[in-house]
């Protein structure tokens, strides 16, 4: 079966790089333009009905968001990952909030943290965590949290701040080496 | 192949009431109060005392855990884990560890798996104990509530002989636990168990034979069969509509398959079957953790040696850990380019789904005085959405 699926992907909607990672999770890739149809492919054919979770990677070594939505087919138990790499420089992907009723959350989640739209994707435009944000989009890979809280907040008197590397260091294990 | 007729899920239907009209009623429930699961916010629109629409908000809780994990080493973010669901920590560190496990290629030894099932059957009783005195103080049964606390103090209590922390745990670990049982604890644990199991009858005989706690919460927050693949519902929640959804059984993961028990199913998919199936899952962890106790091996080590957790790096790849917490799917994406520092990691919680989609959808038509008891029926907890 997950060969066979692997086949279809492959030949409907150019899937490559399929892997398994366990006997009951394995990962595909597809163009970001196949990917919305091949996930309604494994939602209505392939038996993968549930949806686990959407997110994506900050690839800025490749200068591209790595998209991952992770299906589980439950007759079978198997969970599969597609990923599809999109343009970081024009981050905008194809909504899926038809397929899954809670995928706009997760769209919303993405466009907040990662600034990468889904148009017409419910709500994708309002505040989701972040409330007041003011701040570039704080899970790319170039969003420094420490230095943004360095310059925007003011350090309160009194305090003192370790380095929790060289602290664990010193305190648990003087002895270390490399 | 056959084609499923629910192709395209339509948008939930919203009403966009005229709030000029003076018909409606703004207001928010939370993030500061009793009828909510944490920190979170409804903000509810309600004509007469029927809602009309609800929306979720979070971010109370937000502190940027999975953006701190890529700035810390893959051990120092175990202080991390554990705080993402205050209530059951222990998922979050199993989870984390066996994404490094499978990514490093460790075994861990036998001893551990069996110590791991007990923590994390352990964690579901205590974490359902705190659940069903919010369940019951919804509908006004207070005193259920003090019981139920004081329960869980005593499952508290043994989680901190194990452990040293009543609260967060930081037992599980890359390579096994943390340690061994203490002399003559599990002694201990049948002893409170016995007492939670007689409190249990005590709780099932006053809160659910209430006249009037059946007649609030029958009905309340009916979720079809159909919604569970739609909405990826999980858990209880989803084994109420009697679609059997549970990853002990689905994955098999740690001593789970060598245990006697069944997927606990309901049928009417209600606020009161959802709580029944709850109670029926606390007996049944009890049942699980008296049968871990008899088959935990006597001898054995409980972990492997690691190497310098300061130089430790987890060679490149992806993948994704789940266990069945006690409101379903709790799962860590894990992804690591080869450094001493996790690349990126994304937390699965079920709250995500429950709390957001499926709580605004239940919440319109409901009475305002039931949106409490309809939010705690679906057992959520915000920091897992938040991160």
Known sequence: ?178 | MKREKTHIIPPAERAFPDLSSGKYLVMWQGPQHPGITGNMSLRLIAEGDTVVDCETHVGYLHRGFEKLMERRLWMQNFPLVCRIAVPEPDFNEYCYATAIEELAGIRIPDKAIWLRTFSLELMRLASFLMWIGGQAGAFGHGTIAQWSVTMRDYVLDLFEELTGGRIYHMYIIPGGVRSDVPQGFFQHVLEVLKIVEKNLDDIELVMFHNAIYKLRAEGLGYIPKEWIDQYGITGPNARAAGVPRDLRKDLGYLAYPKLDFKVILGTKSDAYERSRLRLLEMYQSINLLRQIIDAMPKEGIFKEKLPNPLHWKIPAGETYVAAECTRGEYGFYVVSDGSDKPRRVTVRGPSYTHAISVMERLARGTNIADIAGLMVSLHTYPPEIER
């Open chain 1, 1 to 178: 079966m997950m060969n066979t699926t692997a086949m279809t992907l492959a030949e409907r909607y150019g899937a490559r790089d399929w892997r398994d990672q366990r006997a009951d999770l394995a990962s595909v890739t597809v163009d970001p333009r196949s990917a919305r149809d091949a996930l309604a492919w494994l939602r209505d054919f392939g038996e993968y009905k549930h949806l686990s979770f959407a997110t994506a990677i900050d690839n800025i070594e490749r200068n591209v968001f790595t998209l991952t939505y992770t299906l589980r087919n439950q007759e079978r138990g198997h969970s599969l990952m597609l990923h599809c790499d999109i343009d970081r420089d024009k981050p905008v992907m194809d909504s899926i909030h038809l397929l899954w009723g809670q995928a706009w959350t997760y769209q919303r989640e993405m466009k907040e943290w990662f600034g990468i739209d889904f148009p017409g994707s419910p709500r994708v435009d309002e505040e989701f965590v972040l409330e007041g944000w003011a701040g570039p989009p704080m899970m790319r890979r170039d969003f420094d949290s420490l230095a943004y809280s360095d310059a925007t907040y003011v350090e309160r008197p009194g305090r003192t701040t370790n380095d929790p590397a060289a602290y664990m260091k010193e305190k648990l294990y003087p002895e270390a080496t490399e």
